[in-house]
C-alpha cells in the first residue's frame, strides 16, 4: 500500500514539474499542433480520406494486441505493413495532398483561421428539407414525363467534395424550374450528376464513379450504374429519372429501387432526409402543406411583434 502511495506521490510531483516548466514556447507549440490537426481533419472531412483513416487506425490497432499479446506471426506482419506505412499514405492520400498544398499556395494569411467559422446553422432545416423534397417530386415528375435524363445526389454525412470539384458550382436555391434547366438536353450540364448540399443546388455536371457490381441488368445505363457506384462509396441518395423510359429510381446503401411514383419518391426521400418528422395527431400532413403552416406561423408571429411594438 506505501508503495502505490508513493509512486502515485512520484507521479503527481512529476506532472507538478511539467506544468511548472510549461512556457509561452510550449503553449505556441501545442497550438501550431493543434492549428495543423485541425485543418487536416477538416481537408479529408470533405473526402472519402476519412475512410482510409480508420483502416489505418485499426492496422495500429491490432499491431498493439499482437505486441502485448506477444503474437508473433501477427507482429511480424503488422511490423512490415507498418514500415511501408509512409509510402502508403503518400499514394493513397496523393490528391488530398497535392490539394492541400495548392490550397495553401492560394491562400493569403488572412484567410487563415486558427478555429475557422462554423457557419450559421439552419433554425429551418426541417423545413428546408421538406421544400427540398417537394421540389424533387415535382422536377422528378416533370422530367419523367418528359423523358428527360437526370442523376440527382443528395449528400448526407459523407462529404462529397471529390465529386463537386469534377464538376461546376452553382450554389443556388432549389426550384423545379432550374433543377429541369440543368437537365434539358441541349444544356451544358445535362450528362452530369447534379449533387445537393444542404438542401441547396450545390454542382451540376459532376462525374460519379460507376459500379462495378456484375449483376447489375444490362437494361441499365450509365445513369443507373453511376446511381449505384455512388451509393456504395458513401452514404447519399441517389435519384435517377431514365431517359428510355422515364422511370424514376433511388439508389441507396448500394441497392437500386426502380420504378418509384412521385408518391413513393415523396415517402422515401422524407424517411431518408427528415427520419425525425413523424406524423401529425391528425394524420399524414402533405409536404408542401407543413412549409406553408411554417411561413403562415412565422408571418403571424412577425405580425404580432410588430403589432407589440406599436
Known amino acids: 500500500m506505501s508503495e502505490l502511495i508513493s509512486a502515485l506521490f512520484t507521479h503527481i510531483q512529476n506532472v507538478g514539474k511539467i506544468i511548472s516548466d510549461f512556457g509561452i514556447v510550449d503553449f505556441l507549440d501545442v497550438v501550431v499542433i493543434a492549428f495543423i490537426v485541425y485543418h487536416a481533419?477538416?481537408?479529408?472531412?470533405?473526402?472519402?480520406?476519412?475512410?482510409?483513416?480508420?483502416?489505418?487506425?485499426?492496422?495500429?490497432?491490432?499491431?498493439?494486441?499482437?505486441?502485448?499479446?506477444n503474437m508473433i506471426s501477427l507482429k511480424f506482419l503488422m511490423k512490415n505493413v507498418l514500415d511501408i506505412g509512409l509510402i502508403t499514405i503518400v499514394v493513397l492520400f496523393q490528391p488530398e495532398l497535392r490539394r492541400a498544398l495548392e490550397t495553401l499556395g492560394r491562400s493569403k494569411i488572412t484567410d487563415i483561421g486558427v478555429f475557422g467559422a462554423t457557419g450559421a446553422a439552419h433554425d429551418d432545416a426541417a423545413a428546408s428539407t421538406a421544400e427540398l423534397i417537394e421540389v424533387l417530386a415535382k422536377s422528378c415528375e416533370a422530367l419523367s414525363a418528359k423523358k428527360t435524363g437526370a442523376l440527382m445526389v443528395i449528400e448526407r454525412e459523407i462529404k462529397l467534395g471529390e465529386v463537386i470539384n469534377s464538376g461546376t458550382i452553382i450554389d443556388s436555391k432549389a426550384s423545379p424550374e432550374l433543377i429541369e434547366n440543368i437537365f434539358f438536353t441541349n444544356s451544358p450540364l445535362h450528362d452530369g450528376a447534379m449533387v445537393i448540399r444542404s438542401a441547396r443546388l450545390h454542382a451540376a455536371g459532376c462525374f460519379l464513379p460507376l459500379?462495378?457490381?456484375?449483376?447489375i441488368g444490362r437494361e441499365l445505363g450509365t445513369r443507373h450504374r453511376a446511381a449505384l457506384g455512388m451509393s456504395e462509396v458513401s452514404d447519399a441518395v441517389v435519384v435517377v429519372v431514365s431517359e428510355e423510359t422515364g422511370a424514376i429510381s433511388v439508389a441507396l446503401d448500394s441497392r437500386l429501387q426502380r420504378n418509384l411514383s412521385v408518391q413513393n419518391l415523396r415517402k422515401l426521400l422524407s424517411a431518408k432526409l427528415n427520419p425525425d418528422k413523424g406524423e401529425s395527431a391528425g394524420g399524414k400532413i402533405h409536404l408542401w402543406e407543413q412549409v406553408k403552416q411554417l411561413k403562415r406561423h412565422k408571418k403571424k408571429k412577425a405580425e404580432d411583434e410588430e403589432a407589440d411594438g406599436r
Request: no cysteine; aromatic share 8%; proline share 0%.
Open 41 to 69: 481533419i477538416k481537408l479529408i472531412r470533405e473526402t472519402r480520406a476519412m475512410q482510409l483513416i480508420r483502416s489505418i487506425l485499426v492496422i495500429f490497432v491490432v499491431y498493439f494486441i499482437a505486441n502485448e499479446l
Open 211 to 215: 459500379s462495378g457490381n456484375m449483376e
